[in-house]
């Protein structure tokens, strides 16, 4: 059973920074694809940041050069830096994990998914 579990979120003013973490736990793919999403009131869910066991990195277009997204060596934690926060970034951010995909911003290909984390940023 894959579990995924976040953390790291909060209030912040805007131009602050925020590092989220995602622990996955049980067998997760051979090949796969990992990434964080958010939900905001009134919007459709948004890829913010994804990678790939292939190497590939994406960002959603209002958050790239603010926001990093990582994991660590053993593979089993992913982080999302983000700095310069605005208050459009505010909402329930969730991680995700699914086998290799092709478009690794898309959430309905994702099949295992996290609770989320609340990060609120005022103005």
């Known amino acids: 059973q894959v579990h995924l579990a976040e953390s790291g979120g909060g209030s912040v003013e805007a131009g602050g920074s925020l590092t989220l973490s995602c622990v996955v736990t049980g067998p997760i793919y051979r090949d796969y694809t990992m990434g964080w999403f958010r939900e905001s009131p009134g919007k459709d869910r948004e890829g913010v940041a994804g990678?790939?066991?292939?190497?590939?990195?994406n960002y959603g277009d209002s958050v790239k050069g603010r926001f990093t997204i990582s994991q660590d060596n053993a593979q089993k934690t992913l982080y999302l830096q983000m700095n310069a926060l605005q208050p459009e970034d505010t909402g329930v951010y969730s991680c995700?994990?699914?086998?290799?995909?092709?478009?690794?911003?898309?959430?309905?290909?994702?099949?295992?998914w996290g609770l989320g984390t609340l990060v609120t940023v005022s103005s």
């Open positions: 990678l790939d066991t292939d190497g590939r990195i």
């Open positions: 995700a994990v699914a086998p290799l995909l092709d478009s690794i911003l898309v959430p309905d290909a994702y099949n295992y």
